[in-house]
Each structure stands twice: as C-alpha cells, then as structure tokens.
C-alpha cells in the first residue's frame, strides 16, 4: 500500500470515528439545554488543518478560562467547538449565546481542552486544561487571510 493511500485510509478512519461520536457530544451539550449541529467533514478538515499547520500556540495561564472564552465569542454570533484532539474529534457550531451560557461546563464537556474558532475558522482560542493543577492555559491563533 503506498503512503498516499495508508493517509487517506487513516484519514477515513478517523472521519468515520468523529462520525461515531457526534450523537454522543450532541446528546451531552442537550444536557445542558444547547443545540449544536455538527460541521461536515470538510470543514472540519479545514478547521484541523489550521490549527495542526505547523505554527506552535503560545498558551498562558489564565484564572478564569470561562471569561477568556466570553471575550472570544463575544464578536460572534455564531462559533465552531471541538475538544482538543480535532483529529479525533466533531466540531460542532453552537450560537455564541448558548456558549457563553454553558461555558462554565466546557471542562465537563471536553476535559482535556477545546479550540473554539470564529465563524470563518480564521481565528481560533485554544483552551488546554490541566486537571492535575486544575488550571486553564489559553491562546489565539489567527490563520492569515491568505493562506
């Protein structure tokens, strides 16, 4: 099997098990009275390639992660949230009000961190939580427009 074909396996591999794992992550933000509907996989390509293009983030500490992702969103009227791992996991669009209302839950939601990028995918805070220190680390990357 030549290498462009084991990629595009494990690519399919991987669409197939964020596929699996939408009703799951739909079902979870339900608990919290939120609709999300899941971004096609596309998207969700171009969304994982942007924040794996290479660059490294620079994440600071920060006390409150619930107000960094309030600030964030508070631009938009409509968000992309995926938990850390995009490779793996569904993005999904959820509106910015509904977000700022069930932030407090994010951790419970994705406890190993989440990216939550504007409506173009152009701009993108990262959240890394540490459960062992119990601490958010956040950052922004912000793709150029022409790329």
């Not at 969103?73 to 949230?81: F, K, R, S």
């Not at 910015?96 to 939550?116: C, M, N, Q, T, W």
């Amino acid at each position: 099997m030549t290498d462009d074909r084991r990629e595009r396996l494990a690519e399919l591999l991987r669409e197939d098990r964020r596929k699996k794992a939408r009703p799951n992550i739909v079902e979870q933000w339900a608990e919290f009275g939120v609709s999300i509907s899941p971004i096609a996989d596309g998207r969700h390509k171009w969304l994982a390639d942007s924040q794996n293009s290479g660059l490294s983030w620079s994440l600071d500490f920060v006390p409150n992660y619930v107000a960094t992702v309030e600030e964030f969103v508070a631009a938009h009227d409509m968000v992309a949230i995926a938990g850390w791992d995009l490779m793996e996991e569904p993005a999904c669009l959820v509106t910015a009000h509904d977000l700022r209302r069930a932030a407090s839950k994010l951790v419970e939601l994705y406890p190993d961190g989440f990216i939550v990028a504007d409506s173009s995918f152009r701009r993108v805070l990262g959240v890394d939580w540490d459960e062992d220190q119990e601490a958010a680390y956040a950052g922004i990357f912000e793709r150029e427009k022409n790329a």
